[in-house]
């Protein structure tokens, strides 16, 4: 049972080792997949969303990161 | 016929990924086999890979039954969320602000821990040797499986990504039969990144896929992505860097 409890967190750990990350990237996927689908636009342009889209959400939350960062700094001094 | 144009970034992602990944179960079945001998690792490890094969045979047929499209989809959806995460965590060990992977301190956890264990349970320690090797190759295991599906089963290139796969595990064998050691000179955060800038690459083209799209250029957008996140990847690290540093100060 404890092996099963592990491989099942080893899955989600796999996908979802930073939850607010792997939300915004669904969201971007859906985004993307609606435009593709539903918009009527050239379906290359929901591509460039999906393409760009990925790289400036993980800048974002490494951005995040500093700023989760900043406040030990201010706290050590 | 297999072109090596599609089949050698299969490969290449594959490999590099089942690396990182071989080379931390090689830790943990080496630590159970320093204690008690490698009966109980190599029967630990022989379960575990018989259970991912069972696993394998078991789900590999299910796929043909999957339409490519929506194949393609849910593989790239995953891909993106795997491969972003092992991206992000990357930058941030290469940036300091998490510690790196340590095998050799990874190596010394896992020996007090069974060491302990020794203490307490003298009877069942080979039990619990085998089990540790056991846990540690199958929740491994687990990853290259599906890296190992994810890079190939999308393009009809499972065979040369369980190759690439294979490679890497006779590798990690080999040089670890001769040094006996953790191998914790491996660059393995170096991989990280670069098998997170490349699965994320492959979760992109796929997912388009699966949504109909047809990419310029067909397989050579992949290199377009490749550019995109390692681009990315950096400028992260980059950040994350300065906060660290800012900190240190």
């Known amino acids: ?77 | 016929m297999l072109i090596w144009s599609t089949a050698a970034p299969a490969i290449g992602a594959a490999f590099l990924a089942s690396v990182v990944e071989v080379v931390e179960a090689f830790t943990i079945v080496l630590a159970a086999a320093t204690l008690r001998g490698w009966r109980p690792a190599a029967l630990g490890t022989g379960a575990a890979l018989a259970l991912l094969a069972s696993a394998i045979l078991l789900l590999g047929p299910l796929l043909n039954q999957v339409p490519l499209h929506a194949l393609q989809f849910a593989i790239g959806v995953l891909l993106l969320l795997m491969g972003m995460s092992w991206l992000r965590k990357a930058c941030l060990r290469s940036a300091g602000v998490i510690p790196l992977h340590d095998e050799d301190a990874i190596f010394a956890a896992e020996t007090a821990q069974l060491d302990g264990a020794a203490r307490r349970h003298d009877a069942r320690l080979d039990w619990i040797a085998g089990m540790t090797a056991l846990k540690g190759v199958l929740l491994e295991g687990l990853e290259v499986v599906f890296i190992v599906i994810a890079v190939g089963a999308g393009g009809g290139l499972l065979l040369p990504a369980s190759l690439g796969a294979l490679l890497a595990c006779a590798l990690v064998l080999v040089v670890g039969m001769f040094v006996h050691r953790p191998l914790s000179r491996v660059p393995e955060n170096t991989l990280k990144f670069g098998v997170g800038v490349m699965l994320s690459a492959f979760g992109v083209f796929w997912t388009g896929e699966g949504l109909g799209l047809d990419w310029p250029g067909q397989d050579l957008a992949l290199l377009l992505f490749v550019a995109i996140f390692l681009g990315a990847g950096l400028a992260g690290t980059a950040i994350a860097r300065s906060a660290a540093m800012e900190v240190a100060r």
Do not use: Y
């Open chain 1, 1 to 77: 049972m404890t092996l099963l409890k592990e491989v099942a967190a080893e899955l989600i750990g796999m996908f979802f080792g930073d939850a607010r990350l792997a939300f915004a990237l669904l969201l971007l996927i859906a985004v993307s997949a609606a435009l593709i689908e539903l918009s009527g636009l050239d379906p290359l342009v929901g591509g460039t969303v999906l393409a760009l889209g990925c790289p400036v959400l993980l800048i974002a939350n490494l951005r995040r990161e500093k700023r989760a960062i900043a406040p030990i700094k201010r706290s050590a001094a």
